[in-house]
Structure formats: C-alpha cells, structure tokens
C-alpha cells in the first residue's frame, strides 16, 4: 500500500477524533459504574456500540451506492470543514485564554454528581439511570466517531480502495488504548492531552475538509472531481496554511484578552500553548 500524506492524515485524523471522544464516553461510563451499576452502564455501552455499527454499515451502504464520487467529495468536504473549523475555533479560544479548558476530572465529578441527586428506578433489571446515561453517553460521543470514519473513509477511497478500513483501524486503536488505559488507572483519564488533541484534530479536519471540497467543485463542472496542484502534497500546504492562520488568531485574541477586564469566573490554567497569563 502506498504511504501518502493523506493517507497518513487520514489515519491521524481518525486516531486523534476518536481517542478525544473515547476519552469523554469513557469518563461518563466510569462515573455510572462506580457511582451507580456497573451492569446497567456497561449493557447501555454495548447496546449503544451495536446501534453504531449499524449506523454505520447503513450509512456507508448508500452513501456509496446513491452518490456520485464527486458530490460525495462536495458534501462530505464541507461537512468536514464545518466541522473541523468548529473544533479550530473553541481550540483557539481556548488557547488565547477565552475559553476554559476542558476538564475531564470536573466533568467525572458532574457525572457523579448526577448520579447521586438521580432516584433509583429498576427496568429489565437495570438501574435506569446508569443505562440510560451510559447508552447515550456512548451513542452520542460515538456518532462522532463514525462521522469520522465514514467521511474521511469515503472521501478517500477515490484514491486509496481501503479508506474506511483505514479510517476504521484508526479509531478502533484510539478505542482499544483508551479502555486499556482506563482498565489500567480506573479513573478519569485527565492525563490526556485532550485539549492539545483537539487542536490537532481540528487543523486535520480543516485541511481534509476543504481540500476534499475543492475536489467536489467539479461536480458542477462536468461531474468529474477537480485536481489540486501536486495532488496529495497540496494537503500539506493547506494544513501549514490553517495552522499559521491560527496561530495569528490566537495571538490577536491573546492581545485582545489582555485589554478587557477578567470575568469573575475565571481561573489561570495551562493553554495549549502554556502560558501563565491564560484563562480559562
């Protein structure tokens, strides 16, 4: 198989989404366990894996089936460039110190929180709650994982026939060194560098997203995809380009934030890029 940038890209890509949303399923699914029923939160976790799978099957099925490789390109890049500039925007934010960071330990403490003020209601022989929390949890944060997978997979099959099983090995491994990693530590995994991920993630999104977009634009011009200089190489240009661009943004916001008064709220902690002066 040949080594592309964007086959390196799109497994990167897909590793890094999926381990950040791995990470928050898994901190929702470990306050249920140990707050409430470990049975109840891990059958919800199962149901939810099973209904994923097939989403998936279902969704790559006809996307290939009824969409023509130039569209598919078209909407999924734009999609994606959606997507990815909104994973961009709170990482700037929250390096520039406007946002706060997220805090996996404050939210396994909310989760629990919950957990405790919820009553106790039994249903097939399952505290509810837990289920519940733990399917949605999982289904919710696991929707983004397959997003992921099928889009990167799909969009990159034109030029690589294994792109979703690419995509799909990406995220499987994010999953497997997740549950190894929480298995290991039975706590939230803070340690992660999941603010620094996202960041990454949503320059690689940004960069998939419009370079498979431009491609799509020839689906309006004869419904064949357009070609970008240097082909695959363009997308490294492109990510070189996002990544200057927010680099300008967070140090404009950074200025900005030094000359409006801090919100009450506000507490010092460690940017992406760490700085003492960042807030959250």
Not at 70 to 76: D, E, G, H, T
Not at 97 to 124: I, N, T
Not at 196 to 221: D, H, I, N, R
């Amino acid at each position: 198989m040949q080594v592309s940038p964007g086959t390196i890209g799109l497994v990167s890509a897909a590793f890094l989404a999926s381990a950040v949303e791995f990470v928050e399923a898994f901190t929702i699914v470990l306050a249920m366990g140990l707050t409430r029923s470990w049975r109840a939160a891990l059958t919800g976790t199962a149901l939810a894996v099973v209904v994923l799978a097939a989403v998936t099957v279902v969704a790559g099925v006809a996307l290939i089936s009824w969409v023509s490789e130039a569209l598919l390109q078209l909407v999924i890049g734009t999609l994606l460039l959606v997507f990815g500039l909104q994973w961009l925007r709170k990482a700037t934010l929250r390096s520039s110190g406007l946002k706060a960071l997220h805090d996996e330990e404050a939210a396994f403490r909310e989760e629990q929180a919950a957990a405790r003020r919820a009553g106790h209601e039994v249903r097939l022989g399952l505290d509810w709650f837990a289920f519940v929390v733990s399917f949605k949890g999982v289904f919710l944060e696991g929707l983004e994982v397959v997003f992921i997978v099928i889009t990167f997979g799909l969009a990159a099959a034109r030029e690589n026939p294994n792109g979703i099983a690419l995509a799909a090995g990406g995220a499987a491994l994010a999953g497997v060194l997740v549950l190894i990693a929480g298995m290991i530590v039975h706590r939230p995994l803070s340690a992660v560098p999941e603010n620094t991920m996202k960041y990454v993630v949503g320059l690689l999104l940004s960069t998939f997203g419009l370079f498979w977009s431009v491609e799509g634009l020839g689906f309006f011009a004869g419904g064949e995809s357009l070609a970008w200089p240097g082909e695959d190489w363009a997308i490294l240009a492109i990510l070189a380009a996002w990544f200057a661009l927010s680099r300008l943004a967070i140090l404009a916001l950074r200025r900005w934030a030094g000359t409006v008064p801090a919100m009450p709220q506000e507490q010092p902690v460690e940017g992406i890029v760490a700085t003492p002066s960042a807030t959250g």
